[in-house]
Structure formats: C-alpha cells, structure tokens
C-alpha cells in the first residue's frame, strides 16, 4: 500500500472530528440553563412540576381538580408523548455521524479463462466500512431544530392545561348554577307547603274558599316539580365535572380576579411564538444542509489467480499471482435547484404562516381580554340591581303575606306577589353565578390557569 493513500484514508476519516470538537466547544460557550445533554431526557410532568413548585397555588379547589383533569387528560398525555420522541432526537444530535455507518463486501470467482486463455482461477474478495458525514453547521442547526421543538411542545402543553382550566371553569359554574336553582327550587317549595298548610286551616274554619286550596296545591306541585328537575340537573353537571376531573367533586372554594399579566406571556401567544421559533431553526436547517449527507468509506481488496509462464525461453509452468488494494472512497452529492427550492420554499411558507398565526392570536387574545372586563363590569352592576330588586321583594311578600292573613288580600294576588318574589330569587342567583362565572372568565381570557 502506498503511503499517500493512507495518509489520504485518515485526512478524510478526520474531516468528521472537527465537528464534534466544534459541536462541543459551543455547549460549553453555551449558557448553562441553554444546555440540553443526551444523556438526561428532559420529562414535562417534571418541568410542569417545578413551575407548579415556583408559584403559589391559587384558585382553591379548582387548582388540585385541575391537576387531576390534566393527568386524565388525552391531548395532555399525547403531547407528552411528542415531547418524549423529540427528545429522542439528541441521540442522533449528539452523534458524529447523521445517518447509520455501512459496511459492505464482495467476492468474485471466475474460474474460465480470460481471452489470451492464460489467467485461470481468478478470485477477488472486497470489504468496505463507512458512514455519512456532517455537513459544516449541519448538526447544530439540527440540535437547534430538536430544542426549538421540545420548547414548541412543552408551551403547547401550557396551552392545552389552560383550555383543560377553561372546560373546568364552565363545568364548575354549571354545576354551581345548577346547586342555586335547586336551592332556590327548595325554598319555593318550604314557602309553598307553609302557605299551602295555613290554606288548608283557613279553609277548615271557614275563612278561605276551596278554590283558595286548590291555588295552593298547585303551587306546591309547580314547587316540587321544579325542585325535582332543579335536582336532575344538579346530579347531571355533577357528573359531568367528576367525568373531567376523574373523581373529584365540584365543591370548595373558587378564585378571585387575578392580576393582568404581560400579554406575551400569555399560554395563547407563547404556543403560535414557539411554533415560529421552530420554523425559523428549521429553515436555518434547510440552508445548512443544500446537499445529502456526504459518504466516506474506506475499502480493502484482495485479488489473486493461476497463470502460465509466457517467457518461451523457459519451459511452461504455472505460476501464482495475489494483489492486495487499500483504498478511500468519498460521495458528495451535488446542489441542485430541483432539491433545494422546494425545501427553502416550504421552510419559508412555514414561518409565514407561522407569523400569520401568532398575529391573529394576538389579536384574539386582546379582544378576549377587553371583552371579559366589559362582562364583568356588567354582570357587577346587574348583581347589585339584582340584589336590590330582591330587596324589595322580599319587603313586599312580607306585606302582602300580613294582609292575606288579616283578610285584606286574596289568595290570588298573594301568589302573584309570591311569583314576583321568586323571580327576584332566580334573577339574584343567577346575578350572582354571572359574576363569579365572568371572574373566571376574565383569568381565562388573560391566560392564568388555576
């Protein structure tokens, strides 16, 4: 074997070294909360764990159902998953080589003889180990694809937990909405039985009329009818918040309104801002690699055959031939436009349609937040007026109760005053949900999870 050719055989194989000294290198330059290392899988239950550790628990109940709903949660357990196999990717980051080494070989025989009929027992034997290399900034780009993409999935994650706290916070309402009307139905019913029983002894002593009986014992049937819907409905929304939570019933105390925070930290912007982030390393990927992955290989072969003597001057004998070969093959693809516009393109479509998402979030974002205070003001106001036209009921019942019983107003219009009052009851109730459901509704809007 000539020198030059091993010499040529370990410059080529060192071409692949000083990638990943400069791979290296740069993680040290790196800052150490930028480090991401093969051998340790970053895991969401445990980066969620740690925020979770970092920031007060707020919300009451809700902040442990929430725990429990996301755990159950499908989409939640899939975007885990995702976050386990772009993980995975470090491996092939980490690697000094893209792709797979290959090793191949051959062996020919050829025992017939050549066209002069003097070689005989021709054999060569041939084996070739090799890999593909890095292109230069190949693999950081490509690091930075799998970093870029872990942080894509993990703010997804932040996005799906927030949309998981809205699904609660609407169960928890109608389940709360639900337990005031059944309370409301309950009082109806205790005023209806009290009225009904004092009916009954003012028709026994003369003082009423039948059809005064029967006004009241309608009333209690309407009464108890409602209050057995009222309670359908609340073992229904009960049900259907245990079916999210896995369990857990919608009782406990609530949340108040939450500070505003900086809009671009809401869960809504940072999702569609990471996915543009990944784009954009995803298209420094696509200028760093305008060719396939180049193959080194090195290879050995070994030939040998029978021949005749040629020399005339000697008699005829047979004589033995072996060669043996040491060489380095290298494959470098070329650029062409053909492969590479197609690639830019669809790299450049994805960051603009990526940038188109994160604007119109934004916009959502802002309109949901402005939209959640008006609501909230104005289901405020509507509580107090709410509360004041109970007020008022309540005082006229009470009046119009005293003169029933002192002759001075029918039963008719005792129970017309009695059906006002129960509307003041059910408005006021359900004023009262508004306000807490529009309170939930604007930590919502502005991104704060329970």
Request: aromatic share 4%.
């Amino acid at each position: 074997m000539r020198p030059s050719a091993v010499l040529a055989a370990f410059s080529l194989f060192a071409f692949a070294l000083p990638l990943e000294t400069d791979v290296r290198a740069q993680e040290q330059e790196e800052p150490a909360e930028t480090q991401i290392k093969a051998s340790v899988r970053p895991s969401p239950k445990k980066s969620r764990a740690r925020r979770a550790s970092a920031k007060p628990q707020r919300g009451g109940a809700l902040a442990q159902h929430l725990d429990l709903a996301v755990a159950i949660d499908a989409p939640s357990r899939s975007l885990e998953a995702q976050f386990r196999a772009t993980s995975a990717r470090y491996a092939t980051a980490n690697s000094i080589t893209p792709g797979s080494p290959y090793f191949g070989g051959l062996q020919r025989n050829n025992v017939s003889s050549n066209v002069t009929g003097n070689m005989r027992n021709y054999n060569e034997t041939e084996f070739e180990v090799g890999m593909p290399l890095w292109l230069p900034g190949q693999r950081d780009a490509f690091e930075a694809t799998v970093t870029t993409g872990l942080h894509e999935v993990d703010e997804r994650l932040a996005l799906r937990r927030l949309e998981v706290a809205g699904a609660l916070r609407d169960a928890w309402w109608s389940a709360q909405r639900a337990d005031r009307e059944a309370a409301v139905a309950r009082n109806r019913v205790a005023t209806a039985r009290d009225i009904g029983a004092d009916m009954t002894r003012r028709v026994e002593l003369g003082d009423a009329s039948q059809t005064d009986a029967l006004l009241a014992k309608n009333e209690t049937l309407a009464a108890e009818t409602e209050l057995a819907q009222a309670e359908g409905a609340v073992k229904v929304a009960r049900v259907n918040y245990m079916a999210l939570t896995g369990g857990a019933p919608p009782d406990g105390s609530l949340e108040s309104v939450r500070p505003a925070i900086n809009i671009e930290e809401h869960p809504a912007l940072r999702a569609p801002r990471a996915v543009l982030v990944r784009a954009e390393a995803q298209a420094r990927l696509v200028d760093a690699t305008p060719i396939d992955s180049p193959e080194i290989g090195v290879f050995g072969r070994r030939e040998y055959n029978d021949q005749y003597s040629t020399d005339i001057s000697q008699p005829l004998t047979n004589q033995r031939t072996d060669s043996t070969t040491v060489g380095v093959r290298l494959r470098i693809p070329l650029p062409t436009a053909g492969r590479n516009e197609p690639r830019i393109a669809a790299a450049h479509a994805e960051m603009d349609r990526a940038l188109a998402e994160y604007e119109r979030a934004k916009r959502i974002v802002v309109a949901e937040i402005k939209a959640a205070r008006d609501n909230l003001a104005a289901a405020q106001r509507a509580a107090k007026l709410a509360d004041s036209r109970l007020g008022v009921a309540n005082d006229q019942f009470e009046l119009s109760l005293k003169a029933f019983k002192l002759g001075e107003l029918s039963a008719f219009d005792l129970y017309r005053v009695r059906q006002l009052q129960l509307d003041a009851q059910r408005m006021q109730a359900s004023a009262a949900i508004n306000v807490g459901a529009a309170i939930s509704r604007l930590n919502q809007a502005q991104g704060c999870a329970p």
